[in-house]
C-alpha cells in the first residue's frame, strides 16, 4: 500500500525473502538512509513518520500490519529493542536509533539532525 510521507517516500510491505526475521530486518534497514518499522494504526507510529517528514526526510516505512510476515520481523524488533512493544522501530544510515521515546530524546537533545545529515538524508 503506497502512502504520502514526503514526495519521495515509499511505503512498503517488509517482504521479500524468507529466513532470519532479524537478517531480513538488517537487510531492509540498510536500504535506505531513514528506514521506519511502522503499524498503520499506531499514533506513535504516525507521528514519528510526521516528525521526519516535517523535516525534510522520506523515509522508507515498512507497514508491519499489512505484511503477512510482518508479526515475525515486529518479534524480531521487540527482541533487539529489549521492549514488548518496539514499533515505530527507526533505523538511520542502517543502525538502529530505536523506537518513539529514542528518537525523540536525539530529536531533542540535537543529535538527530547530524545523523540525518551523515546518512545522506538532510542536506542543509
Same mark, same amino acid.
Given at each position: 500500500?503506497?502512502? +504520502?510521507?514526503?514526495? @519521495?517516500?515509499c511505503?512498503?510491505? +517488509?517482504r $521479500?525473502?524468507?529466513?532470519? *526475521?532479524l537478517?531480513?530486518? &538488517?537487510?531492509l534497514a540498510?536500504?535506505?538512509a ?14 514519528v513518520?510526521?516528525?521526519f517528514?516535517g523535516?525534510?526526510v522520506?523515509p522508507?516505512?515498512y &507497514?508491519?500490519?499489512e505484511? %503477512?510476515?510482518g508479526?515475525?520481523?515486529?518479534r524480531a524488533?521487540a527482541?533487539?529493542?529489549g521492549?514488548p512493544? *518496539? ?5 538511520i544510515g542502517?543502525?538502529?536509533v530505536? %523506537?518513539?521515546?529514542?528518537?525523540? @530524546?536525539s530529536?531533542i537533545? $540535537?543529535?538527530?539532525? %547530524?545523523?540525518?545529515? &551523515? @546518512?545522506? +538524508?538532510?542536506w542543509?
Amino acid at each position: 500500500m503506497m502512502q +504520502a510521507w514526503g514526495t @519521495a517516500a515509499c511505503v512498503q510491505q +517488509a517482504r $521479500g525473502g524468507g529466513g532470519d *526475521p532479524l537478517e531480513r530486518v &538488517e537487510r531492509l534497514a540498510s536500504r535506505s538512509a531513514v528506514v521506519i518499522f511502522s503499524d498503520s494504526s499506531c499514533c506513535m507510529c504516525h507521528a514519528v513518520k510526521s516528525l521526519f517528514c516535517g523535516m525534510g526526510v522520506s523515509p522508507t516505512v515498512y &507497514e508491519l500490519d499489512e505484511d %503477512p510476515r510482518g508479526k515475525e520481523i515486529e518479534r524480531a524488533l521487540a527482541r533487539l529493542l529489549g521492549t514488548p512493544q *518496539p514499533l515505530p522501530a527507526v533505523f538511520i544510515g542502517g543502525k538502529l536509533v530505536g %523506537p518513539m521515546d529514542r528518537v525523540m @530524546a536525539s530529536h531533542i537533545n $540535537g543529535s538527530l539532525v %547530524p545523523l540525518l545529515k &551523515e @546518512a545522506g +538524508a538532510l542536506w542543509l
